[in-house]
Structure formats: structure tokens, C-alpha cells
């Protein structure tokens, strides 16, 4: 079935940089632009990043602007997201989520805590 | 960045009882919003895309309408397992942006 699972989270150092990654299964992954959304405890929802299906178009979030990379590897089905600089807000659960009609297909998540 | 706000931000209601949350944006959008439902500790559901059109597997209790920058989500008889958080995303201009998110909980 069509799947997104996201792996690479955990407790982070400030200041400290991270990858996460999200493998995709069940659809044509190069045909489908994607996207990494956040959601900081207790808190809404925040879009990140966009890559287009063939990676050659990318577009950030101005709140992340510089130090986030979103990037991808068809021929794996993966997304990356390349955070680096961590602070205490980058704190979150990161979803990669297929974009379509929206936002049609989400992974179930993976927790980053930025902390000494 | 476009701006999205919801209304209400919470809100009780009963079993059976007909809901509608609104979603604004700070600049036309055409018909490019979503709606997403998230329960605690979930990921977020699409509801419905492009304004009016219901997501694969949706009930059709859901519906959507609106355009420019004015939505509409309704949900005509609010049933036990709707008691969620829902949000708008305008998914017209990069970078996407959400809503702020309505809470719908018990009276």
C-alpha cells in the first residue's frame, strides 16, 4: 500500500546538525513532488519544505530559510531533510508527506528533541 | 508567505450537531485550500482538497466550499469519532502554509 515512513530523529545537542530521511513505498515516487511538515509540542502545524518530483525546484518555509536542506533520491524512493544549527524550537515531530491534492499521504512521524 | 486564519479556534458541540469552521487568507488563493483532521498523537488525515473535493475514503458528512479567500469546512452531523483538531493549508502558492488550527471537543 502506499507508504511514507520517516526515520533519523532523536535528542540532539544545540547547535548540532541532523538528517532525516523518509522511504517511500506503494506509488510512483518520481512523479510526485514532496513535502516535510513540523509540529512543535502542543502546536499547530508548520510546512517546511517543497521539492518538485524531479528535485530541480525547491522552496522553504522564511522561518527555516538557510538552514534547512530538502533534497531526494528517486532511485531510492527517499526525501531527505538536511537541519542543521538546531535549537531548542526545532523540536518537533517531522512528517514527510506526498504532495498531490494537497497533501495526500503523510508518514507517521519522527520526533527530533534539541537538547544539552 | 500567505497567512491563514481559522475560526474558531475551539469550539464544544453534541453528537449530531451540524459544524462549520472558517478559514481566511491574507491574499487570494483561488480555490487552493485543504482541510486535515489530526487526533492526538497522529498524523494529520486529508479531508478535502482544492476546496470542495473530498479525499479518498472521506465521509461525505465533510464538505467544503469557498474561494479566493473565504472557506468554508462543514461537517453536516458531527459523529463520535470527529472530536479532533482540524486545519486549513492553502496549497495555491510555495511555500504551503496551515491554519492555526480549530480544536472540536465534547459539550
Known amino acids: 500500500q502506499v507508504q511514507l515512513v520517516e526515520s533519523g530523529g532523536g535528542v540532539v545537542q544545540p547547535g548540532k546538525s541532523l538528517r532525516l530521511s523518509c522511504a517511500a513505498s506503494?506509488?510512483?515516487?518520481?512523479?510526485?513532488?514532496m513535502h516535510w511538515v513540523r509540529q512543535a509540542p502542543g502546536k499547530g502545524l508548520e510546512c517546511l519544505a517543497f521539492i518538485s518530483s524531479d528535485g530541480t525546484i525547491k522552496y522553504y518555509a522564511d522561518s527555516v530559510k538557510g538552514r534547512l536542506t530538502i533534497s531526494r533520491e528517486n532511485s531510492r524512493k527517499r526525501l531527505y531533510l538536511q537541519v542543521n544549527s538546531l535549537r531548542g524550537d526545532d523540536t518537533a515531530v517531522y512528517y514527510c508527506a506526498r504532495g498531490g491534492y494537497g497533501l495526500d499521504v503523510w508518514g507517521q512521524g519522527t520526533t527530533v528533541t534539541v537538547s544539552s | 508567505d500567505i497567512q491563514l486564519t481559522q475560526s474558531p479556534s475551539s469550539l464544544s458541540a453534541s453528537v449530531g450537531d451540524r459544524v462549520t469552521i472558517t478559514c481566511r487568507a491574507s491574499?487570494?488563493?483561488?480555490?487552493?485550500l485543504g482541510w486535515y483532521q489530526q487526533k492526538p498523537g497522529k498524523a494529520p488525515q486529508g479531508l478535502i482538497y482544492a476546496a470542495s473535493y473530498l479525499q479518498s475514503g472521506v465521509p461525505s458528512r465533510f464538505s467544503g466550499s469557498g474561494s479566493g479567500t473565504e472557506f468554508t469546512l462543514t461537517i453536516s452531523s458531527l459523529q463520535p469519532e470527529d472530536f479532533a483538531t482540524y486545519y486549513c493549508?492553502?496549497?495555491?502558492?510555495?511555500?504551503?502554509?496551515f491554519g492555526q488550527g480549530t480544536k472540536v471537543d465534547i459539550k
Open positions: 491574499q487570494g488563493i483561488r480555490n487552493g
Open positions: 506503494g506509488f510512483i515516487f518520481s512523479s510526485h513532488g
Open positions: 493549508l492553502q496549497h495555491n502558492n510555495y511555500p504551503w502554509t
